[in-house]
């Protein structure tokens, strides 16, 4: 019970593949209490009621990119809770993905809109709480990453760009939270995981099996990241803010793995 008496609320939730899904079970069985919350579009085609009904939870929809939607959630969040302990970014849209407009030919409009939901949805949430004075000291704030932000795969589309500015806002904002709160903010850099979101990027089945037989451990499962994810809640990680922390069995410092050289040695065969 490493979470019991702490309050938050979990962005993302779709469905039982989602990584915020497993974290808000985990959040749950951990003694935590939150709000769960979507774009209204999203509580629409998803079934996070059921979610709600098995964690005891209160959803209220949140367009993301909408100043009144955010300041109405976190309202609702603190009049039924007072100040919160941990929030999840689990939030993550690119049209052009769904398009599948290359990346040398992307629609501006549309890539406008990925950063604005993705990652600029992140410093308006953290301004949002800060003016409101919505979390307790220590509380702990994260945005889920993957390594695309840091090195080129080219089916990733600007998703790349919008993952590096949440980075780079969790490193910012991070800084004036720490001071003026002592609030932390952090980044998770998973593993590519079987998700809804994740398996319509293209060619990710087979990027799914590379990462794998490059990563020492393996790919890390959503329900490992939700482990992560709470430890990362709670009072044992106090002092870890600004940082980016890569949750991929060991992918991001592999060069090359044996069982990766294996398959490249057959196929020149």
């Not at 407009?101 to 949002?128: E, G």
């Not at 790349?160 to 904002?173: C, D, G, Q, T």
């Amino acid at each position: 019970m490493i979470l019991k008496g702490k309050k938050g609320i979990i962005f993302g939730a779709l469905d039982t593949k989602s990584i915020a899904w497993k974290v808000a079970e985990l959040a749950h069985a951990e003694g935590a209490e939150f709000i769960l919350s979507n774009a209204p579009i999203a509580l629409r085609m998803g079934t996070i009621n059921e979610l709600a009904a098995k964690t005891n939870s209160e959803v209220v929809a949140c367009d993301v990119s909408q100043d009144e939607d955010m300041n109405n959630l976190i309202d609702a969040a603190v009049a039924k809770y007072g100040k919160l302990d941990f929030v999840l970014h689990s939030i993550g849209m690119s049209l052009n993905v769904r398009k599948k407009n290359p990346y040398t030919d992307l629609n501006y409009d549309f890539m406008h809109k990925t950063f604005d939901i993705s990652a600029i949805s992140f410093h308006r949430l953290m301004q949002t709480l800060m003016k409101k004075d919505a979390m307790n000291e220590w509380g702990s704030i994260l945005g889920l990453t993957y390594i695309a932000s840091q090195r080129v795969f080219p089916d990733y589309n600007e998703m790349a760009e919008a993952k590096a500015l949440l980075e780079s806002f969790a490193r910012s904002f991070g800084y004036h939270y720490g001071v003026s709160k002592k609030v932390r903010v952090n980044t998770i850099s998973q593993s590519p995981t079987m998700t809804t979101a994740g398996s319509g990027v293209g060619g990710f089945d087979a990027f799914y099996t590379y990462a794998d037989k490059m990563s020492p451990l393996g790919n890390a499962s959503a329900e490992a990241c939700a482990q992560y994810c709470v430890s990362l809640f709670s009072d044992y990680t106090r002092y870890v803010t600004m940082q980016n922390l890569y949750h991929d069995g060991g992918f991001s410092f592999t060069g090359i793995s044996s069982d990766v050289m294996e398959m490249v040695a057959k196929s020149g065969e």
